[in-house]
């Protein structure tokens, strides 16, 4: 079956650091990928998607490209802000109608 | 445009209450979907819905019960509440493609004393 992995949290940096967030997959055929933050008291909302090998997803200055050879869509971010600080969700789509969702990454970024 | 609206967004119930968690959606999306966060455990799928008048078990449907009488709603029972039933509870819509993003309502936090 599909299956996502994310790097476990929290992620704690300081402002204006680089950041990653691994994430990888297994899944049969071609799935679309996703990236969903989740802010405090909030519920989920899509970040970034990408739906076929080589595609990069782009929002708010986070990226993340879709590899299909490693089976991997991580995302980066060049410069956090203290205001990204929130629950990170990498999900997958492989063509049923319900999703497959890692476990989230929080992260953390201090003054 | 409201999108995915949830009521209550707070509720504490004694152990063997009922209540119910309502969800709706004004965007015609055909598929909904429950939710439960827990720390450390994600998101766990409840019950979902391809459409009125159908619906499946997730992954942890133990102890809740769903309908989909309409498209717009999508409530989930809880006909006998249990302490492992303390949560955030989540419900999610979109349209039938499977390329398209999850709408996601603002959440329902459950305590059972």
């Known amino acids: 079956g599909n299956s996502v992995t994310q790097m476990e949290g929290p992620v704690t940096l300081s402002e204006e650091a680089f950041l990653t967030i691994n994430c990888t997959y297994t899944a049969t055929g071609y799935p679309s990928l996703f990236w969903y933050v989740q802010y405090p008291g909030e519920g989920l909302q899509l970040l970034l998607k990408a739906t076929k090998a080589d595609d990069k997803g782009s929002n708010k200055g986070f990226e993340a490209t879709y590899r299909k050879e490693t089976t991997s869509f991580h995302l980066e971010k060049g410069s956090v802000q203290v205001s990204d600080s929130a629950v990170y969700f990498c999900?997958?789509?492989?063509?049923?109608?319900?999703?497959?969702f890692g476990r989230g990454t929080s992260l953390i970024v201090h003054p | 445009n409201a999108g995915v609206t949830q009521t209550p967004k707070f509720q504490v119930l004694k152990t063997g209450q009922s209540m119910t968690l309502q969800c709706a959606q004004d965007m015609n999306h055909e598929y909904m979907s429950w939710y439960r966060q827990d720390p450390g455990m994600g998101l766990r799928l409840i019950h979902y819905?391809?459409?009125?008048?159908?619906?499946d078990q997730g992954e942890v449907p133990n102890g809740y019960n769903v309908s989909r009488s309409t498209t717009e709603d999508f409530p989930l029972r809880l006909l006998s509440a249990a302490p492992s039933q303390t949560s955030v509870y989540f419900c999610?819509?979109?349209?039938?493609?499977?390329?398209?993003?999850?709408?996601f309502g603002s959440g329902t936090q459950l305590s059972v004393l």
């Open positions: 999610a819509s979109r349209d039938s493609s499977t390329n398209e993003k999850l709408f």
């Open positions: 819905s391809v459409g009125a008048g159908i619906t």
């Open positions: 999900a997958l789509d492989g063509g049923s109608y319900i999703p497959t």
